[in-house]
């Protein structure tokens, strides 16, 4: 307390919640201490008042026949006012009564809550658990489609002489109430079918505001609004049909963005991505990105066409050509790819693409050109608890692709290919990161028929940290990296968080690709590293020493995004 605080109230006999609302009641009022002064008069009647205050905050805690008593007593500091409290003995709940009537009388979720509600019999009696669950009980409810739910009765009967209560609710739940129609206000250069696939809910389906809550994030996502009003029309529902409105202010359709950065595997790197959100009118997408750095270049373009059942199902077209040069190889392709995704729910992606690939490349000194006619089948995973910056979830890819000759290509094989990352919350802020990634191959022809880009290589800043990017693999008789028919590659990572946004990390990688199992050579690196969360992923700094070769080195590994 300051020594110069001229009113202080200090409570014995209580102590944690009912002391803190013991001494809220208590607190002096407006006008009794004026200019740094205490109003005798005034204090004397505040004295009289403090055994009612005192005993009124301590009922919602179940104490009913309390003995309190008050005094006042000076000092050099000023005065303070002594309260003594005696509890006595607490209120218990003698029954708890809990009805459902009306039409929601036997819904399950209901009986939930009813099942849970926080005050029991032979408890002491606690207001608050009790307005908790009543009030848990009633937004239940309304979460539920009974949007007319009442209370009929809800008691509580005291007894101060047998210490005793009793608890009675009745909820009259109404009729259910359903969607009814969906208006779309705002957006006119969009087609009104499109917006559907956002919603989530149909009319005829039971009425619920968390369904509401998610149709506006679902439009938020798609980064083609920037803002999103739902109302629903209680006044005006027809029948328990309740029309909803849906008012839409359109972000920018067109965005151009550049940009310059590092990456190891990358180099100094120059960016530009272009996006056109409602090609044609029509809710499609277009998009171009261009990448020149250091060790690749590409340009690819992309139009999408969305489902308009579902948020997340699609058909992509993409075009692109891309350039690598590294020491391990140098490679130069053109693509056009189609691709048509299926979703399945729960963050789970599933398509079909085909890809047409013409690739020139140089790798061990030959040079050679592949025609390839590829289909495949694509299937994702994934569930973080933050998109910025997680604490726990997992990430699963896995694809399936293959080529034969009488489709046009120039070889012909089958590759199966799998990455998991599954991220774990430990104590004293730590996380706990493991990955995986491996690949098989079957092919019928050579293998130094099969284009790099379908070669498996190891090394870089997502796969064995302490070597150069695709630097690892099988080699041919001169000693040159040629890449393998297969890949493994596992990690463990320990992260611990420091401040809002900051991180440091321990690793260990090993892994490589391969021909043969029994040929396989594990390469492995362990290092430290340092972590920055940004609105557009964490920036991560390693420095990874390789482990198991003479004269080990190290190296340094920048990238940006979430690479696990």
Known sequence: MDAKEPLRVVVFGLEGEILQNVEAALAPPAGLIRNGQVDRRWLNHFVRQVPDKAAKAMEP?????????????????????????????????DSVDLVLEGPGANDRRLKEILGRFPVRQGDPLRHDFYEEGKGALKARAIDSGYLQAEYRIHEILVD?????????????????????????????????????????????????????????????????????????????AVDQRVPVNIQLTPSARRRLRPGIGY??????????????????????????????????QFLTSSYTIPS????????????????????????????????????????????????????????????????????????????YDDSIRPRKGFHLRAEVRGAHDSLGSDTSLLQG?????????????????????????????????????????????????????????????????????????????????LFENWGVAVFYDAGNAYDTLTDITWAQGVGIGLRRYTLVGPVRLDVARQVGVDNPGYRFHISLGIGW
């Open 61 to 93: 805690y179940g104490y009913y026949s309390p003995q309190i008593s008050a005094e006042t007593a000076g000092n050099g500091d000023g005065e303070v006012l002594n309260v003594q409290v005696v509890p006595g003995k607490p209120v218990r709940v």
């Open 263 to 296: 990456g190891t595997d990358s180099g100094a790197r120059f960016t530009l991505k272009y996006k056109d959100v409602n090609s044609l009118h029509l809710g499609h997408e277009l998009s171009a990105d261009l990448m020149i750095a250091e060790y690749k």
């Open 417 to 497: 290919w799998v990455r998991a990352n599954v991220l774990r919350p430990l104590p004293f802020r730590l996380s706990l990161i493991a990955r995986v990634e491996g690949a098989a191959t079957w092919q019928r022809d050579p293998f130094e028929e099969i284009p790099t880009s379908l070669r498996f290589f190891a090394g870089g800043d997502n796969s064995i940290r302490g070597y150069r990017y695709q630097s690892l693999g099988p080699v041919d008789s001169q000693g040159e990296v040629v890449g393998g028919k297969h890949l493994l590659v596992g990690s463990l990572e320990l992260e611990r968080a």
């Open 160 to 236: 101060p002489t047998r210490y005793s209560a009793k608890v009675r609710l009745v909820l009259e739940t109404g009729p259910l109430t359903y969607f009814g129609l969906v208006f779309f206000e705002g957006a006119p250069n969009f087609p009104e079918r499109f917006f559907h696939r956002y919603l989530a809910f149909k009319p005829g389906d039971v009425f619920s505001y968390e369904k509401l809550g998610q149709t506006q994030l679902n439009f938020l996502d798609s980064d083609r609004f920037r803002e999103v009003v739902i109302t629903p029309g209680l006044e005006a």
């Open 308 to 383: 308009y059942r579902n948020k997340e199902a699609h058909t992509v077209l993409r075009l692109g050509i891309d350039r690598e040069d590294i020491d391990t190889y140098t490679s130069r392709s053109i693509f056009a790819e189609g691709e048509r995704v299926y979703a399945m729910g729960r963050g789970r992606l599933c398509s079909f693409f085909v890809r047409l690939l013409q690739e020139d490349y140089t790798i061990g000194g030959e040079d050679a050109r592949s025609r390839m006619v590829i289909p495949g089948l694509r299937y994702s995973a994934r569930r």
